[in-house]
């Protein structure tokens, strides 16, 4: 099956500091998806980016879906931005994501 | 804006009883998903369902599971003798047809089986 390799794994940021997280994935896609899991364990869709760039207030996201790999760029981090990041994709032919392991961000005050 | 809601938020029971989730999709979507998280893992899929009827699942989606739409809303997931490693987050989402394909999760149900 595919494979979704997200990193780094953990992520401790100063609050006001500014991260990227990756995402690569080793097959073709119709479907990337990030989402941000907070403390109560909810999926909050934060992009749905099969490809192109992508801005949403402080959180922007970039997908090249010819060298497999998407990013999410989160400026200014505040402590509710802590969680779980994870991205998702569908595999060209299916229609259920496969999930990578997450990124878990916290940011300190 | 629309959203997928479940209910129950939470639920516990004991080994061996039958569970039921249920899934409130966003109402002119027309693909409907199940995923389940173990705690501290990742989220997988479980089974999606269209037209009436599963058009994917996973290895995880043994013969203890069935999934129903019994009406026009609802769309449920039945764990028929549960196990203790039942125990996860359960997620329902949906998701549209053309060509915008995002999928929308609603809050789950966490699941507890002792």
């Known amino acids: 099956g595919i494979q979704v390799e997200q990193s780094p794994p953990d992520l401790i940021l100063q609050e006001g500091a500014n991260s990227t997280l990756r995402c690569n994935f080793s097959d073709s896609v119709n479907n990337l998806q990030w989402f941000h899991q907070n403390p109560w364990g909810q999926l909050i869709n934060l992009f749905y980016i099969p490809s192109g760039t992508k801005q949403n207030g402080r959180l922007s996201a970039t997908t090249v879906a010819t060298e497999r790999y998407s990013l999410l760029y989160i400026s200014s981090s505040q402590t509710t931005d802590s969680g779980v990041y994870f991205c998702?994709?569908?595999?060209?032919?299916?229609?259920?994501?496969?999930f990578g392991t997450g990124t878990r961000l916290t940011v300190i005050p | 804006e629309p959203e997928v809601t479940q209910t129950p938020s939470h639920q516990v029971t004991q080994m061996g009883q039958e569970v039921i989730l249920r899934c409130v999709p966003i109402s002119n979507h027309l693909y409907f998903y199940w995923y389940r998280q173990i705690l501290g893992q990742k989220v997988e899929f479980l089974v999606s369902?269209?037209?009436?009827?599963?058009?994917?699942k996973s290895e995880i989606f043994d013969d203890q599971f069935s999934v129903e739409r019994p009406d026009g809303s609802n769309f449920t997931l039945k764990i028929r003798s549960t196990k203790l490693e039942d125990s996860a987050m359960y997620f329902c989402?949906?998701?549209?047809?053309?060509?915008?394909?995002?999928?929308?999760f609603g809050p789950g149900t966490r699941l507890l089986v002792l």
């Open positions: 989402a949906s998701s549209g047809t053309g060509r915008v394909l995002a999928q929308y």
């Open positions: 369902f269209y037209n009436n009827e599963i058009s994917e």
């Open positions: 998702a994709v569908v595999r060209a032919g299916a229609n259920n994501l496969f």
